[in-house]
Structures are given as C-alpha cells and as structure tokens.
C-alpha cells in the first residue's frame, strides 16, 4: 500500500481515518476558537480589575505622600524661629546669630529627610535669606509662583527642572506667620527629591514584562520613568494617549475631587505612547494636579489565555493524532481480511480455482470468506461442466465440418448428374413433343407438370374448360389457387401427393374447381406420374373431366329417388297393412287358396320395401351425414340373428355354414341397427355369390393389439368380424370398384340378377363413418373374404341428422 | 270403459285400415285428416291417445302437438307418431321437445302397433 496513491486516499481506511481525525480536529478548532475568545475577555477585564486596584493603591498612597509633605513643610513653616528671625531687620545685633540658628536648623531638617533636595527661606520681600545646600541667598523669588501662591497657604509646586540645584523636582513652599499677630513674615520652600515618588510608582516592581505606573502632569508630560522611556522622557515627553486625555477629563476631575475615585471604569482599550495596544486606567492627583496612569500591554494579560489555547491545541492534535492512529491500526486489522479476500478473489479470477481463502474468523468477513469459497467451488464444478460441453460440442463441430465437406463433394456429384439429366431431358423432350401433339386436341383437359407440379403443357381444352390462357398457365403450379385449383381442403392435397409423388401411382377423383371468371365447377381428375428408368417421377400428367353436369344430374337423380322411395312407402304399408288384415280374418275367414295367395303379396311387398329402404338409405348418404348412434351392444347376439333370418336360404342353396364366433365377447358400443345391417349384408353377399354347396365361414372375435388380422397389423384392441365364401370371387381388376355405388362385377351379372349393387356401397359408407376399416381379400373363382373392424371401444358417434333403419 | 283415439293422418287408406283395426280391436276413434282438424278434435274429445302422422297439409303433426301442449287439457295429451323412413329430421326434432312418448315406424305389423298403444295407454302417468 503506497501512501497518496489513489488507492490509499480510496481505501475504506483511509476514508474512516481522514473523515473521523477532520471532524475532531474541526471541533478542536472551534472549540478552541471559542474557548480563545472567551477566556481572553475574562483574562482581560481580571487584569483590567487588578490594574485598576494597583492604580487606585498607588494613587491613595501618593495623595497621602504629598499631604504628609505638605504637613512636613507647614509645621516646618510653623516653627517661630524662623518668624522670630524673619521680624529681625539685618542690622540687628542678633541678626546674624539668629541666622546662624535657623541655618543650622534648616540643614538638621535638610539632613533629617532625604526627601528634600533642598530649602529655601524667603522673606517677605520674596528675597532669599537662607538657603541650604546650595548658596542662592538674597536672589529675589517675589516673582515666583511658588512665592505667591504661599501667601495663601500651602502650596505644591508643579514638576519642573530647577536650575539651581540642576534637577527634576517639585517645590513645596508654605507661609511663615507671625505667632501673635498672624503678620505674613515669608515663605519657605522645599525643593522635593521624586525619588520617593518614584519608589511609590515602583514601576516594574511586579513579576510583569509590561505593567508599568507613571505620573503626567498637568500639560501630559511625562514626570516619571516608565519601563520603556528613561529618565531623560521627563518633562521632555508629552504624552497625548487617550488614557492620559480621558484622565484630565473635566468630569474625572471633578469626581475625584468630590470623593474617592469611581471604583468601576469599563474596560477600555487603550493604544500607548508605544502604539501598543494595552489594557490601562488612570487615576487623578488633585493635590498636585497630577495623573497616575497603571497600563499593561494587552498582550501580556491575555498571554495566560493564549497559553491555555495552546496547550488545548497541542492537546487536541496530539488526541488526533492517537486517534488517527488507533484508527488507522483497527482499519488494518478491519481492511487486512478484506485485503486478503480480494487477494484471493483475484487468484481465483486469475484462474486458480483450488484457491481458498480459509478464514474462520466468525465475523462478517469469515462469512464472506466461506460464501466466496463455496461460490469458487460451485464455479470449479460448473467450469468442469462447460468444458465437457464445450468438448463435445468442438467434436461436433468437427464432424459437422466433414459433413459439410461431404455434402461439397456431394454437390459437385449432382452437379455432373444434372448435365447427365439435361441430356436425358432433352430426349425426353422429344418424347413430349410427340405426346402433345397427341393430345392437343383432345377433349380433356390434360396438363403437364414437372415433378414439383410446374405446368409444362396444357392442351387447347384446358384454355376451354378453365378460361386462363396458355401463357398464363404455363410455369405455374397446377391445382394452384392462383390458377382454377385451390379449394379443396389441405387432407386431400396431402394425399394426393402422397399417393402420385411417394407411393408413384395415379390418383383420381373428384376436385372443386374455379373457372377464370370465378364459376365453380366439378371436375373428375386423374393425376399419373410418369417414371424415369431410374425410379424417380419424371412429369405428371392431368387429365381434369368436367363432370359438374354429371355431379348434378347425380343430384337430381338421388333426390328423386329419395322422394320417390317416399311416395312408395305408403302404398307398400297400405298394402302391408290391408293384407295383414285379410290373413288375419278380419274381414272374415279366407280360403287356403286365398290365404297362400295373400302370402305372395306379403312376400311381394316385403321385398319391396327392402328395395325401397336400401334406396333410401343410399341416397341419404350421398345427400349428407347419417347418425351413427352407439350404445353397449350384444354384437354377438346381432350377428347370430343377421345370418339366422337367412338360414332358408343357406339350406336351400346346401351351402355348408361356419359360425365361429368367440364365446363371451364382451358387449361393444355399436350402433346396434348399423352393425346388424353389416354382417346382414355381408352374408347375404357370401350366400348370394356362391355356387349350390359352396361354404361360408363367419368369425367375430376381439382381438388384441398387434395381432394380425386379414393380413393387416392392429393398431389397437379390435372387434375382427370377417366374413368368407368359397364363391365366384372378384375379377382383379374390378377389385378396386367394388365398393362403387351401383357397381356389379361382370362375373356375377349373367349368374345373379338379384343384386342392387348397393350394398357393398352402403357397408363401407357405415363403417368409414362408425370409425372402422372395410377390406378384402378375393380370387377370382375361389371365393372372397371380407373383413371389418372396428375399435374395441366401439364405433364413433356421428351426429348425424338422419338415423339408418 | 272403452279407450278413445284419435288418429291424425292425411293418406285416407291408411287411417281407414288404422280405423277398422282399431275398432276391431275395441278402441273408439276419432279420425282427423290434417293437424288443424287433429288439434280441433283432440281440444273437444280429450281421447285417451293420439296416432299421429308428421308429414300432412295445412298443419303437420308435429306443429299440432306443440299447440295442443299449449292448451290446459294438451299438456297431459298422449301421442305415438306415426313416421316414415327418410323423416328422421322432424323424429329428432320431436325427440328434442319431449313430444312424442313413443315412435312407430308405418312398416311394422299392425299387431305390433296395436300392442304398443295398449301399452302406452296402460303406462302410469308420469305427469
């Protein structure tokens, strides 16, 4: 990990550690701010009270200096020597002794008090007589200020330099008085040494760097040493600070002179003579006049709360910086498992599946650890998995690839055999050419097609039947819906082509077609293939009959038959009816003659109306759906009671009758009347087309699934009824008519003219309708088997609109 | 008592030999020749059983017995239609009303439709 790097700065870490130290060391900042500010005010306005109480003391004790000099001097001034000498004249005998005296009394006085640098006697005159220390007698001070302010009392003379004695000083000068007549005698005077003021101010006394006291007089001169101005300042310094100009103040003096000094000054900030901000008060002399300033600089007396501020700071950094470094080591510790399982999800993406991260820790990051380790292995297992498939599927790409180059080679082999083709096509070509000019004028309509069903050809009637034009027809597919084909439904097509294109053999029948100008009409179609050497379906010819006229003379024909079989039931069942009474003596007893007669006419009638069913039962199936209504049925029972209502017959004819049918058959859902009409039918058949003691076999049987019946396969559990003969059996190339309508074979014409050639039609109808399959078996002169089947679970309901019966 | 039927067909040889039968039989009849009489006659003579044809003028059989429900007497009249093969679709259409209690095709004997109309009239009445 590389310090400033962007990770670093990215790391969660980091982040905690820079976001946590910021605010803490916002909050020191602030903090200390505050603490700053308010620690400063309360510094300041403490020291503010101390210098004040400094100022106030200092002051107090210079006033009550200089009032106990005052009274020094005055009782000085007091003593009548010094009147008594005074009221000599110099010519008095005693003049100079008395001189000599009071001298000597002035410098015991003099040396007494250090105080006084010097003292003067003045005489009424203001003339010097005697001076101590220094000789000045007989200079004249009349004019002096302290000279004539003295008459009046007590008087302190304003800091001055005095050329006499070459020094700073202030005078104090009080009256001399005559004991007994109160007579102004003079004046004396002392000339004071400040130094004892000064040690009063004890500027620097304190443990301070800054606070200093220092006396201004009345013009704001300065008249003591500060810390930072040396006795050369005095009297030569005039100071203009607003401390001093608030000090000479009219009111302040006023104030002062009343009382005590005003014990509260706000807190003022003053600038000194230095240009220093500094924290000061002053206080008024009214004795002399005078001001004592008391200062410090500002930045002295907050020095303790900049100090406070300064151990906060450090303190609060330092806190920071433990912090910060507790912080960043448990981010390690936090980031190091995190560190490490990136470290491994980098491996593992790197293609190291074995890798594991292993930490067991119980934290979120063991959790994590042990979810991506379960998440490798899953990837482990599921990579396993697509390499397999990806390794099958490479393979099998591979071999698709060598199919594929197979399939190139293959091509170019059909190519060569599609120039053999050409050529043989050109042959063939020729062949057509002489065809068409074959059926050109032909009265069908015949096309040609390729063996995808491109019309190739059509003859001149096509043109007539359909209305398109040759140009319109050729090179378009026939049947097409763009053409006059199209309408018949999608199963028809399918077999069409199935039996024409796969099965390779003609195919026929009816087909709804649509002229040019959309006028349906019906047509009978054969399609043939015409097949190569080589097996495979060269063209196909068509040949279309408009039949619609036929189709609806059929019509017409079925219709009349059915209104005619109609009106014929019901003379037949008057004359059912009628006969019935006769042979029953309604109206009265009939002879045996009669009676054998009426017979005829029952049989005459019965077969008539047999006839006239099986009419009306053919052309109700070619006029629409039959119901086909199946219920649980005996069907055992049903064909036993067909094939005994023809036992007559079979006797007469010595036909030698098989019945096998297989005990307990179980019971079917068959429409009862359709199945009897079915095994009826195909008995009658057997009886009627087989020679005098021929043989008739009926089976019935239910048989299982895959079992083989008739030579076919079942495709599942059936009734098998077959019915066989030893007859005259079906010429083979009538075989595919036989279940034509009206159809009888030749062979059977000039034997039986009993026949409808209904029946065999009617069967199949019935049993395509009920779901099952009509099929046979047949020899010409041998005999014919039929069979039929229908599903074990019975014959399909039809819900017809007309019943058969 | 004598049981009362009316027979309602248009082809006069057949409802005469139904008639003479009948009677022979010891029924008392009624004839009608179309449904309008039939509806008209079966109103007024409440018989105990009604043949009836379908396929007649002015009203069939079939439109005849719909009305003669919809009188109070009708809805408890009795019918055996008299049908012929190739009238299937008015047979089902009755079947489908409930009409008819009983079919009988013209070709059977006329034994066995005189023992089906004693049958029939003997049943309980389940209305």
């Known amino acids: 990990m590389s310090f400033f790097s962007r990770k670093f700065f990215a790391s969660i870490g980091t982040k905690i550690i820079f976001t946590f130290s910021g605010l803490f060391v916002s909050v020191v900042l602030i903090a200390g701010f505050y603490l700053d500010r308010n620690s400063s005010e309360q510094i300041a306005s403490v020291t503010f009270r101390d210098i004040q109480n400094i100022n106030h003391n200092k002051a107090e004790n210079i006033r009550t200096f200089l009032r106990s000099e005052k009274e020094i001097v005055e009782m000085l001034a007091a003593d009548t020597t010094f009147a008594d000498f005074l009221s000599l004249s110099p010519e008095d005998l005693t003049y100079s002794i008395e001189k000599e005296e009071v001298s000597e009394e002035l410098n015991n006085f003099f040396g007494e008090d250090a105080k006084i640098y010097q003292i003067v ?27 004539t302010n003295a008459k009046k009392g007590v008087y302190v003379k304003d800091f001055y330099f005095s050329d006499i004695i070459h020094k700073n000083t202030y005078a104090v000068s009080a009256p001399i008085k005559d004991e007994k007549t109160g007579e102004f005698r003079g004046v004396i005077v002392a000339r004071m040494n400040p130094q004892n003021l000064y040690d009063i101010l004890n500027i620097g006394g304190d443990n301070t760097q800054t606070q200093e006291n220092f006396l201004v007089n ?60 500094i924290i000061g008060t002053h206080a008024y002399i009214p004795e002399t006049g005078w001001c004592l300033i008391t200062k410090m600089d500002t930045m002295e007396a907050v020095a303790p709360s900049r100090q406070m501020l300064f151990v906060f700071y450090v303190t609060g950094f330092l806190a920071t910086a433990i912090f910060v470094s507790i912080g960043f080591l448990l981010s390690r510790k936090i980031i190091h498992p995190i560190r490490s399982l990136q470290r491994s999800v980098e491996k593992v993406r790197n293609g190291d599946l074995d890798h594991r991260v292993g930490m067991n820790s119980l934290d ?60 043989n096509a050109e042959l063939l070509a020729k062949d057509l050419e002489k065809f068409k000019l074959a059926v050109e004028g032909a009265s069908d309509h015949i096309v040609i097609t390729d063996s995808d069903g491109m019309i190739l050809y059509a003859n001149a009637s096509v043109e007539k039947i359909t209305g398109f034009s040759r140009t319109e027809i050729l090179g378009k597919k026939a049947g097409a819906g763009e053409l006059w084909g199209g309408l018949m439904d999608l199963e028809f097509y399918k077999t069409m082509w199935r039996t024409i294109k796969e099965q390779k053999k003609p195919f026929s029948g009816d087909v709804q077609n649509r002229r040019k100008n959309g006028v349906l009409y019906q047509a009978y179609a054969t399609i043939s293939p015409i097949v190569g050497d080589d097996g495979k379906v ?57 009676k054998q007669y009426l017979e005829e006419i029952v049989r005459g009638n019965s077969r008539m109306t047999e006839l006239v069913n099986s009419l009306l039962n053919v052309s109700r199936i070619e006029l629409g759906t039959f119901l086909v209504d199946p219920k649980p049925s005996d069907v055992a029972d049903i064909a036993r009671k067909a094939i005994e209502e023809q036992r007559e017959i079979i006797q007469n004819k010595e036909l030698q009758l098989t019945v096998d049918i297989q005990e307990r058959v179980p019971e079917i859902s068959v429409d009862p009347k359709l199945f009897w009409m079915i095994v009826q039918n195909l008995s009658s058949n057997a009886i009627k087309y087989t020679p005098e003691k021929g043989r008739i076999i009926v089976t019935l049987r239910i048989a299982p699934k895959g079992e083989s019946f008739g030579g076919r396969y079942l495709s599942q559990d059936s009734l098998c009824l077959s019915v066989a003969d030893t007859g005259y059996g079906i010429p083979l190339n009538q075989q595919e008519k036989i279940f034509s309508k009206l159809f009888r074979a030749d062979n059977v014409l000039t034997k039986d003219t009993d026949g409808t050639g209904l029946g065999l039609y009617l069967i199949k109808s019935i049993v395509d309708n009920g779901g099952g399959e009509i099929w046979f078996q ?28 | 008592m004598k049981k009362h039927i009316l027979i309602v067909e248009d082809e006069k040889s057949l409802r005469r030999v139904l008639r003479d039968k009948l009677v022979l039989e010891g029924f008392t009849v009624s004839e009608a020749a179309n449904g309008e009489e039939g509806l008209q006659m079966a109103v007024e003579e409440r018989p105990d059983l009604i043949l009836l044809d379908i396929v007649m003028p002015k009203m069939n059989g079939l439109e005849m017995f719909k009305r003669l429900r919809e009188t109070p007497w009708g809805k408890t009249a009795r019918a055996i239609i008299l049908t012929n093969l190739g009238e299937e679709n008015e047979i089902v259409t009755a079947l489908e009303e409930g009409i008819p209690d009983y079919l009988v095709k013209k070709d059977w004997s006329l034994a066995h439709l005189v023992e089906k109309i004693r049958m029939t009239i003997s049943e309980k009445r389940l209305a």
């Open chain 1, 121 to 147: 006697l003045i005489d009424a005159a203001g003339k010097i007589v005697v001076s101590t220390d220094v000789p000045e007698e007989g200079i004249d001070r009349s004019q002096d200020d302290f000279f």
């Open chain 1, 218 to 277: 009345r013009e704001q001169y300065l008249i003591s040493k500060t810390r930072f101005l040396g006795e050369d300042a005095i009297l030569k310094k005039q100071l203009n600070m607003a401390n001093v100009e608030d000090c000479f103040a009219a009111s302040e003096i006023a104030n002062t002179q009343i009382g005590e000094y005003p014990s509260e000054i706000n807190l003022k900030n003053y600038i000194d003579y230095r240009g220093v901000p």
């Open chain 1, 538 to 594: 060269l063209f196909f010819v068509g040949i279309e009959r408009d039949v619609t006229s036929e189709r609806e003379i059929d019509k017409a024909k079925t219709e009349f038959v059915s209104l005619a079989s109609h009106q014929l039931r019901t003379p037949l069942s008057a004359i059912g009816w009628y006969t019935e009474m006769l042979l029953a003596g309604d109206a009265g007893a009939v002879s045996s003659d009669q």
């Open chain 1, 364 to 423: 979120e990051v063991g959790d994590l650890s042990r979810s991506f380790d379960e998440m490798t292995v899953a990837i482990k297992r599921s990579r396993a998995e697509v390499d397999q498939k990806v390794r099958e599927q490479t393979i099998e790409i591979v071999e698709n690839s060598k199919k594929i180059e197979e399939q190139q080679r293959a091509t170019l082999n059909i190519l060569e055999d599609i120039e053999k083709e050409k050529e």
């Open chain 1, 778 to 805: 047949s020899e010409e002169d041998k005999g014919s088997t039929f069979f039929v089947i229908f599903p074990k679970t019975g014959m399909l309901k039809r819900d017809g609109t007309r019943a058969i019966g």
